[in-house]
C-alpha cells in the first residue's frame, strides 16, 4: 500500500520536525556565503529583540538571500525565523523531508499562529513562485495579487508585521520568461512547476553584494467604524506600499 502524503495524514496539524542545531551546524558554511555576497543587514533595530512577529518578504529567484537573513537573526538576536512554505513543498515528500528540519512549514494560518505562540519569528512570501520566477522586466515589483493572508494573519495574531525586502536578491539570475505562466502552458493549468530560461554565471548565482532593507514594523489596527475586510486590505496596502520603497532603495 502506498503511504500517503504527510500533508494528507497530519492536514494543518502536520507535526513540527525543525532541527534547532542544524542553523548552528551550518554557521561556518552561511559565514563564508556571507563573505561572498557581501551581505549585511540595515534596519536591524526594528525587528523586535523578543516576541514573535510577522516577516514579509520579497522573493527572488535562488533562496540564497533568505538564507543569509536568517543566518544574521541567528547570530544578531539569537533565533532562526520560521518559514511558511506553499503548499506544493509538501506535496512532494522527498523536498518537505529537506526543509522541514530548517522550520519550513506548511502555509496555514494553524501553523503560524502555534508559531507564535512559541514566540517564534514567522515569516512569508506573499508573491510565492509566482514572484520568484517573473521576468526580469518586473523587477523591483511585487506579484502579490491582492494576496491579504498575512494582513488577515497579523490580525488575528495580534503581530506586528516588518517588512523585509533585498532589492539585488531579485539579480542573482537574469530570467528571461514568466516562469509560471511558462510552467502552466506547457505543462497544464492545474500545475505550478516553473519553467524559467535563466541566465547566471553558468549554474551558479551572480555574486551581487546582497543587502536586506528592514522596515518599521506594522502594527495592525482597527479604526472606528472600519469593517474587518476593510482593516485587513488596509493593512495589506500599507504593507504592499513600504515594500516597494524599500525595494527602491
Given at each position: 500500500m502506498t503511504e500517503p502524503a504527510r500533508s494528507a495524514l497530519f492536514g494543518d496539524d502536520a507535526p513540527d520536525r525543525f532541527d534547532p542545531e542544524l542553523p548552528r551546524s551550518r554557521a561556518p558554511l552561511?559565514?563564508?556565503?556571507?563573505r561572498v555576497f557581501r551581505h549585511e543587514v540595515r534596519g536591524l533595530e526594528h525587528i523586535p529583540e523578543r516576541g514573535p512577529a510577522l516577516f514579509?518578504?520579497?522573493?527572488?529567484?535562488?533562496p540564497v538571500d533568505a538564507v543569509l537573513f536568517c543566518h544574521t537573526l541567528q547570530r544578531e538576536r539569537g533565533r532562526w525565523p520560521r518559514f511558511l512554505g506553499e503548499r506544493l513543498i509538501f506535496e512532494h515528500p522527498a523536498v518537505e523531508r529537506r526543509l522541514a528540519p530548517w522550520g519550513v512549514v506548511e502555509g496555514?494560518?494553524?501553523?503560524?499562529?502555534?508559531?507564535?505562540?512559541?514566540?517564534?519569528?514567522?515569516?512569508?512570501?506573499?508573491?510565492?513562485?509566482?514572484?520568484?520566477?517573473?521576468?526580469?522586466?518586473?523587477?523591483?515589483?511585487?506579484r502579490w495579487a491582492g494576496r491579504s493572508g498575512f494582513a488577515r494573519l497579523a490580525f488575528k495574531s495580534n503581530v506586528p508585521i516588518v517588512p523585509v525586502a533585498c532589492p539585488?536578491?531579485?539579480?542573482?539570475?537574469?530570467?528571461?520568461?514568466?516562469?509560471?505562466?511558462?510552467?502552466?502552458?506547457?505543462?497544464?493549468?492545474?500545475?505550478?512547476?516553473?519553467l524559467p530560461l535563466l541566465l547566471g554565471l553558468g549554474p551558479l548565482p551572480i555574486p551581487?553584494?546582497?543587502?536586506?532593507?528592514?522596515?518599521?514594523?506594522?502594527?495592525?489596527?482597527?479604526?472606528?467604524?472600519?469593517?474587518?475586510?476593510?482593516?485587513v486590505e488596509r493593512l495589506r496596502a500599507t504593507t504592499e506600499a513600504a515594500m516597494l520603497e524599500l525595494l527602491r532603495r
Open positions: 552561511f559565514e563564508a556565503l556571507r514579509v518578504l520579497n522573493h527572488g529567484p535562488c496555514n494560518h494553524y501553523q503560524a499562529r502555534r508559531r507564535f505562540e512559541n514566540g517564534d519569528f514567522v515569516g512569508v512570501f506573499p508573491g510565492g513562485a509566482n514572484e520568484a520566477w517573473k521576468p526580469a522586466s518586473e523587477r523591483r515589483q511585487v539585488r536578491g531579485e539579480d542573482l539570475y537574469y530570467v528571461l520568461n514568466d516562469g509560471i505562466a511558462w510552467g502552466r502552458k506547457l505543462l497544464g493549468t492545474d500545475k505550478n512547476l516553473p551581487y553584494k546582497l543587502v536586506h532593507h528592514v522596515g518599521a514594523p506594522i502594527l495592525p489596527d482597527r479604526r472606528r467604524g472600519e469593517s474587518a475586510d476593510d482593516a
